[in-house]
Structure formats: C-alpha cells, structure tokens
C-alpha cells in the first residue's frame, strides 16, 4: 500500500495560503469602509480643491455610523461630483469645507482625497459628551 503525502501536504499549503491572502485583504477592505482605493499607476495626475456640498450620517457594521460626504469640484469648463465615507481617520466633516484632490487628466472621474480644509467656525461637540467634561 502506497501513500502519497506530498500532494496532500501541497495541496493544504496551497489552501492554507490562499486562507491567508483572502483574509487579508478582507481585513485591508474592512479599515477603509469596503472601498476600493483609487491607485493612479501609468496616469498623469493634478491636484485641485473641492468643497463639501453634503455630508449625512449612515448606519454601518455593528451599530456604528460613518458619514458620507458629497463633494464637487470643477476641471475646465466640467463639474464633477463624487463622495467619499469619512470615519474617524477622516475625522467629522462639516458642508461648507473644503478637500485637497488628486485626479487622473485622462479621467477627471478618477479621484482621491489626499487632504482636508477646515473653514467651518461652529463648535463642534462630540457625541456622548457632556459640555461639563469639555470645559474640564
């Protein structure tokens, strides 16, 4: 009787690496709010700024709540708009601020938030906080 343990033990190694992969990059897609990140490989970029037209709260995983904000920015005579899901990396933002944008010139679509303006004068309070412990 013969017993063939190398292609079985090939077999789990292969498995046990691509368990490895897939958790990863569930893991990776997990911290940015299951958003593909925009890589610009190959492609020309700009810089312009955009401001915040819109930003409301949504319900995410576990009864949390992150915010989608809505933004618009203008290339040449064109304005486009697109949004983004901020958390607390991001921090809360307010209509009326503004983003620092990277955008592709063969595709003004294409887009990443690489900086935030913070023109907004209102104060702020964090939710679950009471003024008591602010002033403190």
Not at 60 to 85: A, T
Not at 100 to 110: E, H, W
Request: proline share 3%; no cysteine; net charge positive.
């Amino acid at each position: 009787m013969v017993r063939i343990r190398f292609i079985n033990q090939t077999t789990n190694t292969i498995a046990s690496i691509f368990l490895i992969i897939f958790i990863s990059v569930f893991l990776y897609l997990g911290f940015n709010q299951f958003q593909i990140p925009t890589n610009f490989v190959f492609t020309k970029t700009e810089q312009t700024r955009a401001k915040i037209i819109e930003a409301k709260m949504i319900p995410s995983v576990k009864g949390y709540w992150i915010q989608l904000v809505e933004y618009e920015y203008i290339i040449g005579d064109s304005i486009y708009r697109d949004s983004f899901k901020a958390g607390q990396k991001q921090g809360l933002q307010v209509v009326g601020d503004e983003l620092m944008l990277k955008y592709s010139i063969s595709n003004p679509r294409r887009n990443k938030v690489i900086g935030f303006y913070r023109h907004s004068k209102k104060n702020i309070k964090p939710i679950g906080v009471s003024s008591k412990d602010i002033e403190n």
